[in-house]
């Protein structure tokens, strides 16, 4: 990076923090803080939902599972255009109607205190913790890559985007990822565009022969992470419940100007979020095939980590794995043509005897890259041997020019903030609602004191996410067991929202209790997984298992229970 | 005065989107354009393997 990066870099990432912390720095009204502006429009609700949705790994991760896996992770977002249109048909008119700040008091109103509490700590533990690694995991790629220090990256992360989250609340969020979203679309499609004009004529049929474009698979298979039924079933309870009742969802679609305009926003996502997920998809499917005619691809993309160790007692181990590499990728590269020729010759015959010489070539050299990544495991137990995730910022700082090298560092770290700030204002907004004026209700019609509460419980919540992050360096393998433990939380406390919504007849401690056995349910059928791989079921499929048994559990708890439907299901709205 | 439908994809303003006069019809458009995205990742599967 030069000066000139640098200058693209804080000034984007600094000046959208200083300009939202500005415009918003008068909000005192608690509506204002905790919601937004009343006059939000539906395009900045639906950018701001899309904004937090979409964190770091969306744009760093991504294109560079597609490099390695194709473009199949595109199924996980099948079943969200159908969730968004429950949720913005049923969940988003009961919020708005009760007027409530968060999803947990809608609980509270149709249930009682306990069902509101077990929904609001659900949530604050695991999004608590995954605020920790949403700095966290762009900062280790990125100051691993520009030789930056991980401590220093992540408290400067943390601390800018707590300056304009307790100064705004809601309001500044909105304005915040508006602008960061403009950076993100701006960037991602400037490095498409770039790597287009770098791309050999026959791209995408290379892709494809590769294997790398294969977006929908049929096969009803259990075991298969991504198939169209997985991300459809699967998807769709993930998303239902995420969008229905992660609270960093539900306060980005609440305020605005009216129901009109959160719903308009959350059809925006149902319409642009598979294109834009394809888009970045496609990006790593293309950045293969660049990487295919390039001379100097790396047998390993985490460069750092590799040549860390290639100068050590394995020196001659690693340099033995490289020239395997080279000899293999010139092979490869000769291959490739062979099959553009045989194919543009219009001979059948000719041209599947050429695939199959490049598929076999592709093979050996994934090959290859699993004894670079044994070499390395040898060599050092705890070596990072994944290194998808440093494909495309290699491209952007090797291929990019001087500016847009800073657009696109400036874009990583847009997505993180707004995600970041998004899940502070939510994690605030919980904890100053369903926890603080729980316990202190004299309080809660201090509308002065509830906004200083609820900027310090934003505040408490981006410095413990700084601490965390900072630990996290110490142990890493907490990562996948943080992203465990939110996959197996969802769940039941969306089978708790689904019976609120559609069983008016079900009470309080039936739903609770039928909560807690579908969630024992849930992490059983996954400790059991892990006992027996063999048996193992994609994670997608806990979601359906968890909220199904939450349900049937409830409505036969409370057969059991027997009695008249509770009072507050006929005076609380549900569909 | 008509009474308040249990259906929950019912109307209960106008959307304001040009073309749509009800929410239902927003919904199946999206809808609509979901699975037009769907048929065209599954052709363009198809064609480039």
């Known amino acids: 990076m030069n000066l000139f990066d640098w200058v693209v870099l804080i000034g984007t990432m600094v000046g959208i923090a200083v300009y939202g912390a500005w415009r918003t720095r008068h909000t005192d009204n608690l509506n204002t803080y905790l919601k937004g502006n009343h006059n939000t429009g539906w ?12 964190s770091t790994i969306t744009y760093l991760s991504l294109p560079g599972q597609a490099y390695e896996n194709g473009i199949a992770f595109i199924q996980n977002y099948f079943g969200l255009p159908l969730a968004l249109i429950i949720v913005c048909a ?3 008119p009961i919020y708005r109607k009760l007027g409530v700040y968060t999803a947990y008091e809608y609980l509270g109103k149709r249930f009682d205190t306990k069902t509101r509490l077990l929904g609001a700590t659900l949530f604050l533990l695991q999004r608590g913790l995954q605020a920790g690694v949403t700095i966290y995991a762009p900062a280790i790629i990125l100051s691993t ?11 400067f992360t943390g601390l800018l985007v707590i ?16 602008w960061q979203m403009a950076v993100i679309f701006g960037g991602m499609i400037t490095a498409f565009v770039v790597l287009l004009t770098k791309l050999p004529p026959d791209a995408i049929h290379i892709a494809g022969a590769m294997g790398k474009l294969e977006g929908v698979d049929f096969t009803p298979d259990l075991k298969r992470r991504y198939t169209i039924w997985s991300g459809l079933l699967g998807g769709f309870f993930l998303s239902l419940s995420y969008f229905g009742s992660d609270q960093s969802q539900v306060q980005r679609y609440i305020g605005g100007a009216g129901l009109r305009e959160g719903r308009l926003g959350l059809m925006f996502n149902a319409m642009f ?13 293309l950045l293969f095939v660049f990487y295919q005619f390039q001379p100097n691809t790396p047998v390993f993309f985490n460069q750092t980590e590799w040549q860390r160790h290639a100068q050590g007692p394995q020196a001659a181990t690693f340099r033995a794995v490289e020239e395997k590499h080279t000899a293999l990728h010139a092979d490869k590269q000769n291959k490739i043509r062979a099959w553009v020729s045989a194919r543009d010759s219009g001979e059948a015959g000719a041209e599947e005897k050429a695939r199959a010489a490049m598929v076999a070539a592709q093979k050996a050299s994934v090959a290859v890259h699993q004894e670079a990544r044994d070499a390395l495991r040898a060599v ?13 910022i290699t491209f952007i700082l090797t291929q990019l020019p001087h500016g847009v090298i800073g657009l696109l560092i400036a874009v990583m770290f847009a997505s993180a903030l707004s995600s970041k700030a998004g899940e502070l204002n939510a994690l605030g ?3 100053t609602i369903d926890l603080w004026r729980h316990f202190r209700p004299l309080a809660a019609h201090d509308e002065a004191r509830n906004v200083r509460n609820a900027k310090f419980f934003t505040a408490l919540w981006g410095f413990f996410a700084i601490g965390f992050a900072l630990f ?11 992203n465990i433990v939110a996959s197996i939380f969802y769940p039941a406390l969306l089978g708790v929202f689904v019976v609120a919504f559609f069983l008016k007849k079900v009470g309080a401690s039936a739903v609770f209790w039928a909560a807690l056995s579908a969630q024992l349910l849930v992490i059983t059928l996954f400790f059991l997984g892990k006992a027996y791989p063999a048996r193992e079921i994609g994670y997608l499929w806990l979601n359906p298992i968890g909220c199904t048994a939450c349900v049937v559990f409830s409505l036969v708890l409370q057969a059991i229970i027997g009695g008249k439907s509770p009072p507050d299901a006929r005076t609380v709205p549900a569909a | 005065m008509k009474p308040p439908s249990s259906d929950p994809l019912r109307n209960e303003e106008s959307p304001g989107v040009p073309g749509f006069r009800s929410w239902r019809g927003v919904y199946l458009f999206v809808f609509l354009f979901f699975i037009v995205c769907v048929v065209l990742l599954a052709l363009l599967s198809r064609a480039f393997a």
Not at chain 1, 43 to 53: D, E, F, K, R, W
Not at chain 1, 165 to 174: E, F, L, M, R
Not at chain 1, 380 to 392: E, G, I, N
Request: charged fraction near 15%.
């Open chain 1, 145 to 155: 890559v520009l030789g930056w220090r991980l401590d220093l990256t992540i408290i």
């Open chain 1, 163 to 178: 300056v304009y989250t307790v100064t705004g609340g809601s309001a500044a969020v909105n304005l915040t990822q508006k």
């Open chain 1, 429 to 431: 907004t919980t904890s």
């Open chain 1, 472 to 482: 996290i360096s110490f142990a890493e393998n907490l990562i996948e067991a943080l």
């Open chain 1, 43 to 54: 395009l900045t609700i639906g950018l701001s939902v899309m904004a937090t949705q979409a």
């Open chain 1, 273 to 285: 979020k598979i294109p834009m997920q394809f888009f970045i998809v496609m990006l790593g499917a």
């Open chain 1, 380 to 392: 050092d137990p705890k070596a990072k041997v994944k290194d998808s995730d440093y494909v495309f």
């Open chain 1, 90 to 92: 049923v969940f988003l």
